[in-house]
């Protein structure tokens, strides 16, 4: 592509979970010669389906979605793995003249899309270790805070359940003597040749958390516990990644017995209700967002899309 030739549209749609990122990705897909492309670190891998709102098979069939179901569960998914293949995608794309059309669960792998990645320190075995057994000394919570005095910024980007993402920003902090945030906005080689265009929906926070409230009681329906029953019994490693993501680690204490199927219900609620706050604020800082009040299957939002992008995508 030279600099006279127009660079063609990407779409990103950005919204907490549960606000109809899907919905609305496949609508436009459909209205603009598009394809989808999840950028959702839980979704990349395979089996691990009802708990982290795949596109239905139905769904898949009415446009061509990428990055789903793409990985072993003892595989890593990295913010770098995904830029590689999201970049693979796109240059298919282009050569087809198709739009992509990406849903945007996970903010951080958007941006090392569009901005790049800075260069991050290597791995120190020595310091995992010791943030393990710190970590087991003193109790939940204790890795988070200790980000937190490092780099608040990151910190409420990540759950406090999470310990492997704990673990690696406490460890670039230590190697870098600086913070995550100041790491990542060093040595960074953005996407080019492509015409960025953002939507984002922001449902009312009180009826986004009745439908989180209502979908986890609908994802169990379907057969939730069932597939990380499944899951537990085809001899995947304790420490798979995907057994941390959120409802799965519930589930699977209460099917080992440690907690009962309501409370890890609740659980799973409130830990989404969680997830779905530090989205919103993470999308908050992204620039150039055309916001959209409502839900991404919403008919009056789907036409506000529409319109919106037709202008924009008008020759």
């Not at 953002?198 to 939730?224: C, F, S």
Request: aromatic share 6%; hydrophobic share 40%; charged share 25%.
């Amino acid at each position: 592509m030279t600099a006279s030739e127009p660079q063609p549209p990407l779409v990103a749609i950005v919204g907490p979970t549960a606000s109809g990122k899907s919905a609305l990705g496949i609508f436009l897909a459909r209205e603009a010669d598009g394809e989808v492309i999840a950028c959702d670190s839980t979704q990349l891998y395979r089996g691990f389906d009802i708990g982290t709102a795949k596109p239905t098979p139905a769904e898949r069939a009415k446009v061509p979605h990428h990055l789903l179901d793409i990985l072993d569960p003892a595989q890593e998914s990295t913010a770098g793995g995904f830029r590689e293949r999201a970049i693979d995608v796109l240059n298919d794309l282009r050569t087809r003249s198709r739009l992509p059309v990406f849903t945007v669960g996970t903010g951080l792998y958007l941006r090392a899309l569009l901005e790049g990645l800075a260069d991050l320190p290597l791995r120190s075995e020595e310091i995992r270790g010791r943030l393990r057994a710190s970590a087991l000394e003193h109790g939940p919570g204790h890795l988070h805070e200790m980000l937190t005095r490092l780099d608040g910024a990151a910190a409420a980007q990540i759950s406090p359940a999470d310990e492997q993402k704990l673990i690696r920003a406490i460890e670039i902090c230590l190697l870098a003597q600086k913070p995550l945030s100041e790491v990542h906005r060093g040595g960074r080689t953005p996407l080019t040749g492509w015409r960025i265009l953002k939507i984002g929906l922001q449902p009312n926070r009180e009826t986004l958390y009745q439908r989180v409230h209502a979908r986890t009681d609908a994802m169990l329906q379907a057969g939730w516990l069932e597939e990380v029953e499944r899951l537990m019994a085809c001899g995947l490693p304790e420490d798979a990644k995907p057994f941390n993501f959120i409802g799965y680690r519930e589930l699977r204490s209460h099917l080992r017995g440690e907690i009962s199927l309501e409370a890890a219900r609740r659980a799973i609620q409130q830990g989404t209700r969680q997830y779905a706050k530090r989205q919103l604020t993470w999308f908050r800082r992204e620039q150039n967002v055309h916001w959209l009040a409502g839900f991404g299957d919403d008919a009056a939002v789907q036409d506000s899309a529409r319109r919106w992008l037709a202008t924009l995508l008008a020759p």
